[in-house]
């Protein structure tokens, strides 16, 4: 009878273990629940599935992308514009990763309450969150405005940085 109860006691530990890591995941980008464009419905969107996806999110990287005031996300090279893959992207930057900087910051306090690695999508959206504090904090007006850009850009690197040291 002893193991029967412990068998139960163990996969209901891992239920509850399983809820609170997804719970954690959600709370860091409240926005990725669900994306409504035009006439498609997109749940949780992501850009990479494979390593060739990650090498073309490098490259659409180092091609160049820019990010409207209006809030619109545009790559420079045509070619890796005109890519669906790149549509996700569009949406994962215009949707999902924060925009203003007392958001950017949430986001950051977040992350120092984050255990363990990070999921592979949020890893994803908080590298292309320092991209975006990248160019908030070239595109400052203010002494001021660029200092806090700065500190936020430094705080989402030590937590990429953090998540690529932790072992298990």
Not at 1 to 20: A, D, E, N, Q
Not at 109 to 119: A, F, K, P, R, T
Request: net charge positive; hydrophobic share 40%; charged share 20%.
């Amino acid at each position: 009878m002893l193991p029967w109860k412990m068998v139960i006691v163990g996969i209901f530990y891992s239920c509850i273990r399983t809820g609170v890591s997804r719970s954690r995941t959600k709370a860091l980008f409240p926005a990725s629940r669900r994306i409504k464009r035009g006439l498609e419905s997109l749940v949780n969107p992501n850009f990479h599935n494979s390593f060739d996806d990650v090498h073309l999110l490098f490259e659409i990287l180092l091609a160049g992308t820019h990010f409207e005031a209006s809030g619109a996300f545009s790559v420079q090279d045509a070619e890796l514009a005109s890519l669906r893959k790149t549509r996700n992207m569009e949406v994962i930057c215009e949707e999902i990763i924060p925009r203003k900087l007392t958001d950017v910051f949430r986001l950051i306090s977040g992350l120092s309450n984050h255990i363990g690695h990070l999921h592979q999508d949020d890893f994803e959206r908080i590298l292309l969150t320092l991209v975006y504090t990248a160019q908030g904090m070239a595109n400052s007006s203010t002494e001021h405005q660029q200092g806090l850009w700065a500190d936020s850009f430094v705080s989402l690197y030590k937590a990429i940085k953090q998540d690529l040291k932790v072992t298990n």
